[in-house]
């Protein structure tokens, strides 16, 4: 059974900095596709990041471009987000998801079979 579990959420002030992991277990494959999508109160889940095994078919969102990362340790199973120069407006709850291969120039939900619980990350002014 596949399994994906976020950590590293929490509270920050406009400005700060946090570092999501997401952690793989029971995954077969060699490769994988690992997104990150977030969902604020009242909207819609969108897409932040992506990232195939061995760094291709990167995205990012343009909300995030040039303050968010992503990076994965393949030995440790496990895809980060670096969230730097946070803003009010990323507070949501980040989502971790998997699936064997990236489809498409944008990731969408239906593109990532598995998913983690999420985890919740506020930003205060």
């Known amino acids: 059974q596949v399994q994906l579990v976020e950590s590293g959420g929490g509270s920050v002030q406009a400005g700060g900095s946090l570092r999501l992991s997401c952690t793989v277990s029971?995954?077969?494959?060699?490769?994988?596709?690992m997104g990150w999508f977030r969902q604020a109160p009242g909207k819609e889940r969108e897409a932040v990041a992506r990232i195939y095994t061995g760094g291709s078919n990167l995205y990012y969102a343009d909300f995030v471009k040039g303050r968010f990362a992503i990076s994965q340790d393949n030995a440790k199973n496990t895809v980060y987000l670096q969230m730097n120069s946070l803003k009010p407006e990323d507070t949501a709850k980040y989502y971790c998801a998997a699936d064997r291969f990236c489809y498409g120039s944008q990731p969408l939900m239906g593109h990532f079979g598995y998913w983690g619980q999420g985890t919740q990350v506020t930003v205060s002014s």
């Open positions: 029971g995954y077969t494959y060699r490769e994988s596709c």
